[in-house]
């Protein structure tokens, strides 16, 4: 307590927070037991490959023959049960992997279908929603969009209706992402892509995986998904990898997405990991726990904040799909303190204050909080929002559950000190 107190912590807002652990014990446990089986399912994996220290070792130039780099590719399609993995830290983060996993398998004259409504914000300017150069629609790739029904689920009679010839690939998004749908579960993406295949078998269905990834004891791929599509600083990457992102799917899709990477032609062969084999394989190893230590941040921030009266998405008591957790602030002053806040509480830059930017991509301004060891790494603790009302916070991350309780602590006294909320 006293430490808290050092760091800035009040009485009320510390014995507030611990009230709110009280009735998280059990969901603490199921997290805890889900990222046993995780855990589980990586080790193996290293043993079965006979990970060894020499794959440690870096390549420079063209990067033939570097084992370490094809033995992260060989677990990662050991964990996500597929027939192949693309792991590379020239994948500059989750949009560009999804851009090489889109690219590579659509064609002039094919369509896109997002039967989940609205992407990601990176993605409409690369299906072109948003005008941008280099877009599918200048490439002749169509798109379409089936939005989910009101109550959140798959609206499956508009999704039968959008898929026709021209359907090649079938874009699923698990994570809510800056939107304030609920994030699918495993299962219900195993459904989705079922009833898309009894449609049209030969579609080829993609996850976003972005956030997902060691938060059920399954993967998408483990339902059907043909490719599973992530990056390296959200959850796979456990906090040291320094850049990187992956598609791990089958071997025709895979091909085809590397054939974008490199070039047609070249393919796994080439690409040197200039030194990060290791960081990408203990960061594996150790993703099953901070992903356990960003759910249990998130599920706590959920706890303090319904408790309050503010909206939260997911709520403490529902489900969880992946790490993020929408704060619905409902002011914007309440979103800024919210992510001052959650600064305070960083190891890295806590003394920087975050103001709203033009962030590229991104339609509105956004504000950051991000005091992180990997720049930009949002499996450290951080928090986002878009400047547009509801001033929904996205909070999430946290590679140490006791750094993260604080952040969220933080968040909170900061937001208390300005009179933005009021704890009884
Ligand atoms: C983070 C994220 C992306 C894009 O990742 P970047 O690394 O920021 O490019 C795509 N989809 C979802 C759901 C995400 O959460």
New binding site residues.
């Given amino acids: 307590m006293n430490l808290y107190k050092a760091g800035g912590i009040s009485d009320e807002v510390y014995y507030y927070c611990e009230d709110r652990l009280e009735r998280l014990k059990s969901r603490f446990e199921e997290i805890d037991r889900i990222s046993e089986v995780n855990q589980l399912k990586v080790l193996l994996a290293m043993q079965k490959n006979n990970l060894s220290e020499r794959h440690f070792q870096s390549s420079t130039g063209y990067g033939y023959n570097d084992d370490g780099r094809d033995i992260i590719e060989k677990i990662y399609a050991d964990i996500f049960h597929t027939e192949d993995a693309l792991v590379r830290p020239h994948i500059t983060?989750?949009?560009?992997a999804?851009t090489l996993a889109l690219f590579g398998n659509l064609r002039p004259g094919d369509e896109l279908l997002s039967p989940v409504g609205k992407p990601?914000d990176?993605?409409e300017e690369i299906i072109g929603i948003r005008e941008q150069e280099g877009s599918f629609a200048e490439y002749g790739i169509t798109y379409k969009q089936v939005e989910l029904k009101s109550d959140g689920s798959f609206d499956l009679d508009a999704i039968k209706k959008a898929i026709n010839k021209k359907t090649k690939v079938v874009m699923i998004?698990?994570?809510k992402?800056y939107d304030s749908r609920p994030s699918f579960s495993v299962a219900q993406i195993g459904e989705l892509i079922s009833f898309v295949k009894s449609v049209k078998p030969d579609i080829i269905c993609m996850v976003?995986n972005?956030?997902g990834e060691f938060t059920e004891e399954i993967e998408p791929s483990d339902v059907g998904a043909d490719m599973c599509v992530g990056?390296l600083?959200?959850n796979p990457g456990g906090g040291l990898a320094p850049i990187g992102?992956y598609i791990a799917g089958k071997t025709s899709c895979v091909r085809n997405a590397v054939y974008r990477l490199t070039a047609p032609g070249l393919g796994k062969e080439l690409g040197a990991s200039l030194g990060v084999n290791r960081s990408f394989l203990q960061g594996l190893f150790l993703a099953p726990t901070v992903t356990a230590s960003a759910l249990k941040a998130a599920l706590f921030a959920a706890s303090v904040y319904s408790d309050l009266g503010f909206k939260t998405i997911p709520g403490p008591d529902e489900s969880r799909h992946d790490i993020?957790q929408a704060v619905v602030l409902e002011k914007a002053e309440r979103l800024i303190s919210f992510c001052r806040g959650i600064q305070k509480g960083a190891p890295v830059d806590s003394y920087v204050t975050p103001e709203p930017w033009d962030m590229p991509g991104y339609e509105d301004k956004v504000i950051m909080a991000a005091g992180s060891f990997i720049s930009g790494a949002?499996i450290e603790l951080s928090a986002d929002g878009p400047l547009r009302p509801p001033y929904t916070a996205f909070f999430q991350g946290g590679i140490t559950w006791p750094s993260a309780k604080f952040g969220i602590m933080m968040s909170l006294q900061d937001m208390y000190e300005n009179g933005l909320v009021t704890i009884n």
């Fill in positions: 983060c989750g949009t560009h999804l990601y990176t993605m998004q698990r994570s992402g976003d972005c956030y990056s600083i959200k992102g993020i949002s």
